[in-house]
């Protein structure tokens, strides 16, 4: 008898998504997560799917989006400096990138794209900085990365895809965690934020990408850095051991 008979996933894949779901919740705070096989179209998310989470850096990506959309239009050119800058966010999660795109091109902008990319539940939160909105404070559900990163493989332009999934396949070792290993690529999120730390990843394994990940993890004051980047390690290897 398969351990989850509804859920699509074959046999041996449904006993890992148990042993995941089985590990989060024994861990510090609250683990969302999101699995989707986009060869046969079958998605398994948790209970914590839909928490409103601080997203750290994991909006960089959709900025990236947002960034190659508006040259490929023309309405914006991005120069050699932001290509630069959009590599740094990408590679290393690199903030004072973001903060120089985010002011150049209209933080308004950006959020009012970004329920585009199926970030739907995106809410920026008020209060935390001198501008509002402001990328470094938002809030969205595991869903929600989980519908950006299919958004990105899934309809991007093919040259545009590229880069940002071959950015994905080589982050820098700040970035080496979570979603992260052989055959995979990821955009991760980390942050000591009003509540406690959140530690976010975001990415694809397996040939041709065909597993996507999200994983938003809230530690809610019951943990830290190294804990969180252990649970979202941990998620992923058991999905993919």
């Known amino acids: 008898m398969c351990a989850l008979p509804d859920s699509g996933f074959e046999c041996g894949f449904q006993k890992r998504i148990v042993d995941a779901k089985a590990y989060a919740e024994t861990r510090p705070g609250t683990v969302g997560i999101v699995l989707r096989d986009r060869k046969t179209g079958v998605t398994w998310r948790n209970d914590h799917a ?57 933080g308004s902008t950006f959020n009012a794209a970004f329920p585009k990319y199926g970030m739907t539940e995106l809410v920026p939160q ?8 402001y990328w470094g404070f938002q809030k969205c559900t595991t869903n929600d990365l989980d519908r950006l990163i299919n958004y990105v493989l899934d309809t991007v332009p093919a040259e545009d895809r590229e880069y940002i999934v071959g950015q994905m396949r080589q982050v820098g070792p700040e ?55 252990q649970t979202d390690t941990e998620i992923t290897r058991i999905l993919f051991r």
């Open 175 to 229: 970035q080496q965690w979570g979603v992260y290993g052989p055959d995979s690529g990821n955009k991760n999120g980390w942050s000591e934020e009003d509540g406690g730390w959140v530690m976010n990843s975001v990415g694809f394994v397996g040939q041709d990408a065909r597993y996507t990940v999200a994983i938003m993890n809230n530690l809610r004051g019951e943990g830290g850095y190294d804990a969180g980047r």
């Open 50 to 106: 839909g928490d409103m989470t601080w997203t750290a850096s994991t909006i960089k990506l959709a900025m990236v989006v947002n960034l190659l959309e508006r040259n490929r239009s023309g309405k914006i050119t991005l120069t050699s400096d932001d290509r630069r800058l959009m590599t740094a966010m990408l590679h290393s999660s690199d903030d004072n990138a973001a903060d120089s795109l985010w002011k150049k091109y209209t």
């Open 126 to 133: 008020k209060g935390y900085s001198s501008t509002f909105p």
